[in-house]
């Protein structure tokens, strides 16, 4: 998997991913619709804090890693995106990427209204 930044990775949609991420969950304990519940679990809290935290050190900051550093200022809601399932439960800190939330729409296609209401909003 290639790591560029600004690359349109898709990787949700593929069915090898989506392949993983319901082994995962089964293997979590979870039902295969039920990622949703995963993202609550202090597991994820606390790895999406510490994607956060990696980020902040390296950076200085948090913000989204594929918007223009232009229209990286002011205050936006950024989100801890999965670029693959593989690992889901033990993921590596180059498994996620922090965008903010109108990366991270364009990134799962243009459902996220539907999604958001499942999965809250600063946190998939
Ligand atoms: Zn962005
Ligand atoms: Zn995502």
């Given at each position: ?43 994820w ?33 950024l ?46």
């Amino acid at each position: 998997m290639s790591g560029e930044p600004g690359q349109t990775k898709g990787a949700l949609k593929s069915w090898r991913e989506q392949k993983w991420r319901r082994a995962r969950l089964y293997r979590l304990g979870f039902e295969r619709f039920e990622y949703d519940k995963y993202l609550e679990t202090p597991h994820w809290q606390a790895f999406r804090k510490h994607a956060l935290e990696t980020q902040k050190q390296r950076l200085g900051r948090n913000c989204c890693e594929r918007c223009p550093e232009e229209k990286r200022q002011g205050d936006v809601e950024l989100h801890v995106h999965h670029l693959t399932y593989e690992r889901l439960g033990e993921e590596l800190i180059e498994d996620v990427e922090i965008i903010c939330r109108a990366c991270h729409e364009k990134e799962h296609g243009h459902d996220t209204d539907k999604r958001a209401r499942h999965y809250g909003p600063d946190y998939r």
